[in-house]
């Protein structure tokens, strides 16, 4: 079993701020992808990264898959509060998804 | 087309009554899943479902959960003897290919299940 770490657990900014996320493993994945939850809702694909060192952009946010296919990191732009949410990664061979971190921005 | 549909959105009950939630999935969607998310907490996979093979059942959490996917498509995650620690949001997903073809999981609303 892969054992995906997501840090920072928590974080709160302020609106405009920009920040970045990880997900961590000593594992290889052919792919991984990030999800999002917002309260009272299922979780939502966002992005599936495949190739080592590939970026991908969703408009605010660019995500980032490590070259050693080990890690990857999402970056958010000017952070709006609509992005307030929970951001989980989780690798295409196993069902598990990282602890994730909560997000909020605030107005 | 229609989402994941899960019922009831939520459910209340007794320690000690068992409980059954059910879980529609998209149609044609081979796989399924089960995950448990407890209050601020990521998801805790619980048991999956492809095609006609065996469920995994490596997440269940004790022999008081069980699960069951009736001609491939409506699975049922039923608990026996609740406990308060059961309580938590149960949510299902379905994907079109199993996760080591690269999938999508598309996420039901969940069902709170408080257990009094």
């Known amino acids: 079993t892969q054992l995906l770490e997501q840090s920072p657990q928590f974080l709160s900014i302020q609106e405009g701020e920009n920040l970045t996320v990880y997900c961590n493993s000593s594992?290889?994945?052919?792919?991984l992808q990030w999800y999002r939850q917002e309260p009272g809702e299922g979780p939502v694909l966002l992005v599936t990264?495949?190739?080592?060192?590939e970026v991908k952009k969703l408009k605010r946010l660019t995500f980032q898959f490590g070259d050693a296919r080990k890690d990857s990191s999402l970056h958010i732009t000017a952070a709006q509060p609509g992005d307030t949410g929970l951001y989980l990664c989780?690798?295409?061979?196993?069902?598990?998804f990282g602890a994730g971190t909560r997000l909020t921005v605030k107005p | 087309g229609a989402g994941v549909s899960q019922s009831p959105s939520n459910k209340v009950t007794e320690k000690g009554k068992d409980v059954e939630l059910r879980c529609d999935p998209i149609?044609?969607?081979?796989?399924l899943y089960w995950y448990r998310q407890s209050l601020g907490q990521g998801l805790e996979f619980l048991i999956y479902?492809?095609?006609?093979?065996?469920?995994?059942k490596s997440g269940l959490p004790s022999d008081r959960f069980s699960a069951e996917r009736t001609g491939g498509s409506v699975s049922t995650l039923t608990i026996q003897r609740t406990q308060q620690e059961d309580s938590a949001v149960y949510l299902c997903?379905?994907?079109?290919?199993?996760?080591?073809?690269?999938?999508?999981?598309?996420f039901g609303p969940g069902t709170r299940l408080t257990v009094t």
């Open positions: 479902f492809q095609g006609n093979s065996a469920p995994d």
């Open positions: 990264v495949v190739t080592g060192g």
């Open positions: 594992s290889v994945f052919s792919s």
């Open positions: 997903a379905s994907s079109l290919v199993p996760p080591d073809r690269g999938y999508e999981q598309y």
């Open positions: 149609s044609g969607h081979t796989a």
């Open positions: 989780a690798a295409n061979n196993d069902m598990r």
